[in-house]
């Protein structure tokens, strides 16, 4: 079994629509949760950072984890053009290797002006 | 220069060549990570340096050799490679081996092998 899974992808979206972005995953031990946003040609830039259950917001874009539910967020509110890039979310467990990310595939997220 | 960087952007080589990648992160890191990006696949953890040491080898085929001299520079030497490796390669840095800490990525290697 994959230990990240995304919800199918890729999106497009009218400008100022809000997005809702997803991943499950398996492993229980999991409790560091990020987002990174990858613009076409470049690296992944760290976007949201979220420790355990909980959510958290900056700005036009919120985190959310549901452990219980094995289950990452990420919503954009008011999207732009600007927001068009390739979304990854990422985790990391607690454990003696807790440096490791296990990634998603990410999601291609197209607005359109 | 600010961040991670890395160098050179893009890379076609041949089979028999020889190559190295090289990566510097500026923001004064004690970790260092290279990992592979391919189409349609998750990113892949290749190796991990803490203070020039390696301490994660992810079952990478020996044709890659990373070298880390010091904790700011890390280099991913390339041989005989096939062209299933052609992929984007990334560099990362992070405060330290802890737990949750965050890594930074550099913009990344183009490689191209024929």
């Known amino acids: 079994q994959k230990e990240v899974e995304k919800d199918p992808g890729p999106l497009s979206v009218p400008e100022g629509a809000i997005v809702s972005l997803n991943c499950t995953y398996s492993n229980s031990a999991f409790q560091y949760f990020m987002w990174y946003r990858q613009y076409s040609r470049k690296g992944p830039e760290l976007l949201m950072y979220?420790?355990?259950?909980g959510n958290k917001e900056d700005g036009r874009f919120t985190a959310q984890v549901d452990k219980s539910s094995k289950y990452i967020s990420l919503f954009i509110r008011d999207s732009q053009p600007s927001d068009s890039a390739t979304y990854l979310c990422a985790m990391s467990d607690s454990g003696g290797s807790n440096y490791k990310l296990t990634f998603g595939k990410g999601t291609l997220l197209t607005v359109n002006p | 220069e600010t961040g991670v960087t890395q160098t050179p952007r893009h890379l076609v080589m041949g089979m028999t060549n020889k190559k190295s990648l090289k990566c510097e992160q500026h923001?004064?890191?004690?970790?260092m990570y290279w990992y592979k990006q391919s189409a349609k696949k998750p990113l892949e953890l290749m190796f991990v340096?803490?203070?020039?040491?390696?301490?994660e080898n992810n079952s990478v085929p020996s044709r890659f050799s990373p070298e880390c001299p010091n904790s700011s520079h890390l280099f991913l030497h390339l041989h005989t490679l096939q062209p299933e490796d052609s992929a984007l390669y990334l560099c990362a840095s992070s405060q330290d081996l802890i737990g949750g800490d965050k890594q930074f990525f550099g913009p990344g290697t183009r490689l191209t092998v024929l």
């Open positions: 979220t420790y355990s259950s």
């Open positions: 340096y803490s203070l020039e040491e390696r301490v």
């Open positions: 923001l004064g890191h004690n970790a």
